[in-house]
């Protein structure tokens, strides 16, 4: 199956800074890349996600870039806020109807 | 939007024992259910896909006899853990491909204890 890789495992940011995650794939044929947001012991929620013909997407201060070539796809938050601290999760599929590989997750902390 | 509505949130059970956790699609046909296993600080481990009214199939590593998959029917999907022992403690969760504004619709996870 796929094989989802993502950095880093941990990230902490000033306030207000920008954050970066980033993730690779193994399977060329995985179309459709989402993004999750998950706190401890709740269901993940997506936050954004993106198709393989698209190479970037942006909802306010979160943006995705898609590099198919290289099979990266990686997470922009900007002005971060104490509120995004969470554990973040990428995700790659076949399509919207097939299951999700995920990434190993990222552990965000937002510094007042 | 599609809810997936996961029960029960949180059980305790003894070595030895099953645990049965269900996932129901209340407003849509889930004709396929996917189940995950998350340990703690870890990320979520797709188990098993079920479809309603076939086998479901395994991931590579997952026992099969173990986790029993169940779905019945169109909005029933269950997992079954059987004679349950203290390294299958995690949070079990379920997901529906089914599109809703909030993505792919995933249960709200069961938290499993065996002690």
């Known amino acids: 199956g796929e094989n989802v890789e993502q950095h880093p495992s941990t990230l902490s940011v000033q306030e207000g800074d920008s954050a970066v995650i980033k993730c690779t794939y193994s399977d060329s044929a995985s179309n459709y890349f989402p993004w999750y947001k998950q706190e401890l012991g709740k269901r993940p929620q997506l936050i954004i996600d993106i198709r393989s013909n698209v190479g970037e997407k942006k909802d306010q201060r979160i943006a995705v870039t898609l590099n198919k070539t290289a099979k990266h796809f990686s997470l922009h938050i900007t002005e971060t806020q104490p509120e995004d601290s969470a554990v973040y999760f990428c995700?790659?599929?076949?399509?919207?109807?097939?299951?999700?590989?995920f990434g190993t997750g990222t552990s965000l902390t937002v510094i007042p | 939007g599609a809810v997936v509505s996961q029960h029960p949130s949180r059980v305790i059970c003894k070595s030895g024992t099953s645990v049965k956790i269900e996932c129901r699609s209340l407003d849509f046909q889930a004709t396929t259910m996917f189940w995950y296993r998350q340990f703690p600080k870890q990320s979520l481990m797709l188990m098993a896909t079920s479809n309603e009214g076939s086998k479901a199939t395994y991931e590579q590593g997952v026992e099969k006899d173990k986790f029993l998959i169940n779905h019945a029917s169109l909005t029933l999907s269950t997992l079954t853990v059987t004679s349950a022992h203290p390294e299958d403690s995690s949070f079990y969760i379920c997901s529906a491909p089914h599109w809703s504004s909030d993505g792919y619709t995933f249960g709200s996870g069961t938290r499993l204890t065996v002690v």
């Open positions: 995700a790659a599929s076949l399509n919207t109807g097939n299951q999700f590989y």
